[in-house]
Antibody, heavy 118, light 107 residues
Framework: QVQLVQSGSELKKPGASVKVSCKASGYTFTSYAMNWVRQAPGQGLEWMGWINTNNGNPTYAQGFTGRFVFSLDTSVSTAYLQISSLKAEDTAVYYC???????????WGQGTLVTVSS | DIQMTQSPSSLSASVGDRVTITCRASQSISSYLNWYQQKPGKAPKLLISAASSLQSGVPSRFSGSGSGTDFTLTISSLQPEDFATYYCQQSYSTPFTFGPGTKVDIK
């Protein structure tokens, strides 16, 4: 069965960097793009962008350019989200979600809480 | 960017009630509209894709309709496990924006 397993919670200081992983199993990793979605505490869902797992080409939503980087390691079927120069407002749960064949996120990871605090 | 709105933002209902949530897009998105259910501390779960296609394993009391700019999610008979927040999302063009959510709680 399709599974996306994300790395554990992170506590970081402002200015630091964090790398969240999303390991896929149960399907051919390179056949489906991977979305990243942010959810700040008590807030709604925000689409950050996605990455083409076939060629590694990322697309970032406005507001997620510069400090946010999507990457892949196809040898281990894993997608990554790296955030640099962390700010308090980056505190959120970050989800990876597979882009299904019908053009919608169908399977989601369990989420990774990133807390930025001094 | 396409803006998504939902109404109501919250509602209180009883078990057995019929519940309807509305989602509106700022421009036509054809049928590229998805509905998600999210419970506290959990990842969103896809309920309906392409406006009206029920995902495998999702109870038939959930249904979706609409096209263009106006869409609805209907729960025909609310069950205790349906108390959650519901989000619509357009997958017509990037960025794939979500609606602000509708929280369904117990009356």
């Amino acid at each position: 069965q399709v599974q996306l397993v994300q790395s554990g919670s992170e506590l970081k200081k402002p200015g630091a960097s964090v790398k969240v992983s999303c390991k896929a199993s149960g399907y051919t990793f390179t056949s489906y793009a991977m979305n990243w979605v942010r959810q700040a505490p008590g807030q709604g869902l925000e689409w950050m962008g996605w990455i083409n797992t076939n060629n590694g080409n990322p697309t970032y939503a406005q507001g997620f350019t510069g400090r946010f980087v999507f990457s892949l390691d196809t040898s281990v079927s894993t997608a990554y989200l790296q955030i640099s120069s962390l700010k308090a407002e980056d505190t959120a749960v970050y989800y990876c979600a597979r882009e299904g064949s019908g053009s919608y996120p169908d399977y989601w990871g369990q989420g990774t809480l990133v807390t930025v605090s001094s | 960017d396409i803006q998504m709105t939902q109404s109501p933002s919250s509602l209180s209902a009883s078990v057995g009630d019929r519940v309807t949530i509305t989602c509106r897009a700022s421009q036509s998105i054809s049928s590229y509209l998805n509905w998600y259910q999210q419970k506290p501390g959990k990842a969103p779960k896809l309920l309906i894709s392409a406006a009206s296609s029920l995902q495998s394993g999702v109870p038939s009391r959930f249904s979706g309709s609409g096209s263009g700019t106006d869409f609805t999610l209907t729960i025909s008979s609310l069950q205790p496990e349906d108390f959650a927040t519901y989000y619509c999302q357009q997958s017509y063009s990037t960025p794939f924006t979500f609606g602000p959510g509708t929280k369904v709680d117990i009356k």
